[in-house]
């Protein structure tokens, strides 16, 4: 099965207080998306894959990432993660599955990547999905707690995802969560995508929205699982300084 992998990487990094784009920004003295792009070749998922980048950011991720073998996108407008990835949709043309990461998440392993595809291609489902589990929100977990919880059912089953802002008091203990890292059933993805709506606060298109949809079809939607710190995302300094902390 041929997959590709979209790397969304359009953000500006103005928490960071940078001044380059987010997944340029150095940890351990390489660009983020350097160590993301480490796993997937070594994944050897997808040989070539494509980058989702803003129209001023293209030069500079060309200049950084001149050594190596990727395609790029052009995400017009910042519309939020679901508008990124049909920004990709021509350059995907022909794959079966797409898997979606971010370049702001530097620690995610190949075999974590290997692990979604193969879970991926050896079932039916529309949408594989990495959740991971916190054994608490202190410390340095607490960063965490701002993430959607997993909601499952009495059988096991996936329900729903709850931004920790919906969520109730009895489903914020819940301590598995949502680092939204998707491989989807591409022609499903691509049927899908358009379909979604930016009726929240910031009028934006939200790829786990794609889970719900899933679910109220009756389509499957499958989990697999990774260790927290291995699917953090950098979004703020103080994250950026717990990033280096662990990188060496």
């Known amino acids: 099965m041929q997959t590709r992998v979209i790397v969304l990487a359009a953000g500006k990094g103005k928490r960071m207080g940078a001044d380059v784009p987010k997944a340029l920004v150095e ?3 390489r660009p983020m998306i350097d160590h993301l792009l480490d796993s997937i070749r070594d994944s050897e998922v997808d040989p070539r894959p494509i980058i989702v980048v803003a129209p001023d950011t293209l030069e500079i991720f060309n200049n950084i990432c001149s050594d190596r073998d990727c395609e790029y996108a052009i995400q017009e ?5 679901g508008n990124a990835v049909l920004s990709a949709r021509e350059a ?9 990461l971010y370049g702001d998440h530097p620690f995610i392993s190949d075999e974590v990547i290997l692990n979604l595809s193969e879970m991926h291609n050896q079932g039916e489902a529309m949408i594989t999905m990495l959740t991971t589990k916190v054994p608490n929100y202190k410390g340095d977990y607490a960063g965490f707690n701002g993430w959607g919880r997993i909601i499952r059912n009495e059988l096991g089953h996936l329900e729903a995802i709850r931004e920790a802002k919906d969520a109730t008091e009895e489903e914020l203990k819940i301590r598995e969560i949502n680092p939204s890292l998707y ?3 591409a022609q499903w993805l691509w049927e899908h995508l358009p379909e979604l709506q930016n009726k929240n606060a910031s009028g934006e298109y939200y790829l786990t929205d794609l889970v719900e949809m899933a679910i109220d079809e009756g389509s499957e939607v499958i989990t697999a699982s990774a260790e927290p710190f291995e699917v953090v ?3 703020t300094p103080e994250e950026l300084e717990t990033a280096e902390r662990m990188a060496g």
């Open 77 to 81: 407008e910042q519309l939020g993660t």
């Open 233 to 235: 995302g950098i979004n």
């Open 92 to 100: 995907a043309n022909g794959a079966e599955a797409i898997i979606v």
């Open 27 to 29: 940890i351990a003295g």
């Open 183 to 185: 491989a989807f059933n």
